[in-house]
């Protein structure tokens, strides 16, 4: 529509695989300096492999002006066939003859002879695949037979295989290890620099007979971060550009023109930003959400910590009271005793929470005047009267341990015993310390009772 607009030949930006517009970049001459080995090779497979776009099989219709006459080519360009219907494309291309409803077997015998009688002709037989990566594992499997078809002297039949970068992985897999093992040569297409899209696009503005640049120079970055370099995307934004240049009657191409056909043809880019602030958005809601949880269940569920039993106040012959304790390691209460104090003795008070960044010091003389108070006392320490040596003065036994707890009740679990007297506080320097089960806490426990507390190690 444009051509005569523009007094251009031809279309300089069809997607159709001509020769004649191929661009040789560096790539593409390597690409098609493996192919040409494959044809001139003896056996075995040639591996070519590109993203979707990047001009495969333009080179490989170039390689097929550039065969040598004593080379016969069968090419096939829909591989998604069975194993017999793949025999039957090849002897089609090749026009061997074979009678209807034949299977592998005759197939192949027909297709060794032709080989063979080619061979003895001083002919050789190159069989092309466009499209590998769907061909079936059975297919290549076959296709690594007919390369076994030989004489004492040399392989009989090259194949070249064109294909996606899946064909790779197909070729990688484990029941595919023979047909890898046959790949004599490989190499995978990139797509073009930035410099070489501007060459690629004078290249076939040139060919159709331009005289002007009608895509200025400045505008090949822009080209180059909407297609990746991909030289088929290429085609097909220049083309609409043009079209659009003809359309509001410009001379040439113009950024407005090029940033439309580009939106038109691969679509309009999505802002990320919208994107990442939903996912800061929903981030914040489930942080906001998981601290509402804590904090309400730190609210809701009752402490764990237990208050003295009855019992524990009547004295014993020796002299004060002591409570048993209620130890993993062994005490004076049955295995069963536990459950029994948890569901009859009423529950008191958490200790208070202790907040964030006190001291060490500061949080074990807080941990320490919470639980005394439980017992109607004050904590006063002075010189090196303090701590556990503070209130064993005073006749109690005393617990005090710095480290990771879930909540008060690891406490009462595994080897962290406390008697039936005993209470808990925490304090932590980096968190507050809750006596919720469920969160971890990092701080300072300490257990004071009548009785010798049974101590544990305390996960650090």
Same mark, same amino acid.
């Given at each position: 529509?444009?051509?005569?607009?523009?007094?251009?030949?031809?279309?300089?930006?069809?997607?159709?695989?001509?020769?004649?517009?191929?661009?040789?970049?560096?790539?593409?001459?390597?690409?098609?300096?493996?192919?040409?080995?494959?044809?001139?090779?003896?056996?075995?497979?040639?591996?070519?492999?590109?993203?979707?776009?990047?001009?495969?099989?333009?080179?490989?219709?170039?390689?097929?002006?550039?065969?040598?006459?004593?080379?016969?080519?069968?090419?096939?360009?829909?591989?998604?066939?069975?194993?017999?219907?793949?025999?039957?494309?090849?002897?089609?291309?090749?026009?061997?003859?074979?009678?209807?409803?034949?299977?592998?077997?005759?197939?192949?015998?027909?297709?060794?002879?032709?080989?063979?009688?080619?061979?003895?002709?001083?002919?050789?037989?190159?069989?092309?695949?466009?499209?590998?990566?769907?061909?079936?594992?059975?297919?290549?499997?076959?296709?690594?037979?007919?390369?076994?078809?030989?004489?004492?002297?040399?392989?009989?039949?090259?194949?070249?295989?064109?294909?996606?970068?899946?064909?790779?992985?197909?070729?990688?897999?484990?029941?595919?290890?023979?047909?890898?093992?046959?790949?004599?040569?490989?190499?995978?297409?990139?797509?073009?620099?930035?410099?070489?899209?501007?060459?690629?696009?004078?290249?076939?503005?040139?060919?159709?007979?331009?005289?002007?640049?009608?895509?200025?120079?400045?505008?090949?970055?822009?080209?180059?971060?909407?297609?990746?370099?991909?030289?088929?995307?290429?085609?097909?934004?220049?083309?609409?550009?043009?079209?659009?240049?003809?359309?509001?009657?410009?001379?040439?191409?113009?950024?407005?023109?090029?940033?439309?056909?580009?939106?038109?043809?691969?679509?309009?880019?999505?802002?990320? #930003? %919208?994107?990442? $602030?939903? =996912?800061? *958005?929903?981030? /914040?809601? @489930?942080?906001?959400? !998981?601290?509402? +949880?804590?904090? &309400?269940?730190?609210?809701?569920?009752?402490?764990?910590?237990?208050?003295?039993?009855?019992?524990?106040?009547?004295?014993?012959?020796?002299?004060?009271?002591?409570?048993?304790?209620?130890?993993?390691?062994?005490?004076?209460?049955?295995?069963?005793?536990?459950?029994?104090?948890?569901?009859?003795?009423?529950?008191?008070?958490?200790?208070?929470?202790?907040?964030?960044?006190? #001291? %060490?010091?500061? $949080?074990? =003389?807080? *941990?320490?005047? /919470?639980? @005394?108070?439980?017992? !109607?006392?004050? +904590?006063?320490? &002075?010189?090196?009267?303090?701590?556990?040596?503070?209130?064993?003065?005073?006749?109690?036994?005393?617990?005090?341990?710095?480290?990771?707890?879930?909540?008060?009740?690891?406490?009462?679990?595994?080897?962290?015993?406390?008697?039936?007297?005993?209470?808990?506080?925490?304090?932590?320097?980096?968190?507050?310390?809750?006596?919720?089960?469920?969160?971890?806490?990092?701080?300072?426990?300490?257990?004071?009772?009548?009785?010798?507390?049974?101590?544990?190690?305390?996960?650090?």
């Amino acid at each position: 529509m444009y051509n005569a607009y523009f007094r251009l030949n031809e279309s300089p930006f069809s997607i159709a695989p001509d020769p004649r517009f191929l661009f040789m970049s560096a790539r593409h001459r390597e690409a098609l300096a493996h192919l040409m080995y494959g044809v001139s090779g003896e056996g075995g497979f040639v591996v070519l492999t590109g993203e979707v776009g990047t001009g495969k099989t333009t080179i490989c219709r170039c390689l097929l002006e550039q065969v040598p006459d004593d080379c016969d080519v069968a090419f096939i360009v829909n591989p998604g066939l069975s194993a017999v219907e793949m025999l039957a494309a090849i002897c089609d291309e090749l026009r061997i003859g074979y009678p209807e409803n034949l299977n592998i077997k005759g197939y192949v015998d027909r297709f060794n002879s032709y080989l063979l009688k080619g061979n003895a002709a001083g002919r050789k037989t190159v069989l092309i695949i466009d499209e590998a990566q769907l061909l079936d594992p059975k297919v290549l499997e076959l296709l690594r037979l007919l390369t076994n078809l030989e004489t004492s002297r040399r392989k009989l039949l090259q194949i070249v295989l064109l294909g996606q970068p899946e064909l790779v992985t197909l070729l990688a897999r484990s029941d595919l290890r023979q047909v890898a093992q046959r790949v004599v040569a490989r190499y995978h297409l990139q797509h073009l620099s930035k410099i070489e899209v501007s060459a690629y696009v004078a290249h076939r503005l040139g060919v159709a007979g331009s005289q002007t640049k009608l895509i200025p120079e400045s505008l090949m970055g822009l080209l180059f971060r909407r297609t990746g370099g991909v030289p088929r995307l290429i085609n097909l934004v220049c083309d609409r550009a043009l079209l659009g240049a003809y359309v509001e009657g410009k001379q040439v191409v113009t950024e407005p023109v090029l940033r439309k056909a580009a939106a038109e043809v691969l679509g309009t880019r999505k802002s990320r #930003t %919208p994107r990442i $602030a939903a =996912a800061i *958005a929903a981030i /914040a809601l @489930l942080v906001a959400a !998981g601290a509402w +949880y804590a904090v &309400h269940r730190a609210a809701v569920l009752p402490p764990t910590v237990s208050q003295p039993a009855e019992s524990a106040t009547a004295q014993s012959p020796e002299g004060p009271s002591k409570a048993p304790a209620l130890s993993a390691a062994g005490s004076a209460v049955s295995d069963s005793a536990p459950r029994d104090v948890a569901a009859t003795t009423p529950m008191v008070e958490a200790a208070p929470l202790l907040h964030a960044g006190q #001291t %060490p010091e500061q $949080a074990e =003389a807080a *941990a320490f005047r /919470a639980v @005394l108070a439980r017992f !109607g006392q004050i +904590y006063s320490p &002075h010189g090196r009267s303090r701590g556990c040596r503070y209130v064993e003065a005073a006749g109690l036994s005393c617990f005090s341990a710095q480290g990771q707890y879930r909540g008060l009740s690891d406490l009462q679990s595994a080897d962290h015993s406390l008697s039936a007297t005993g209470r808990a506080a925490f304090s932590g320097g980096a968190r507050r310390a809750a006596g919720a089960p469920g969160h971890f806490h990092r701080g300072r426990a300490v257990a004071l009772g009548t009785d010798r507390i049974a101590r544990g190690p305390v996960d650090g």
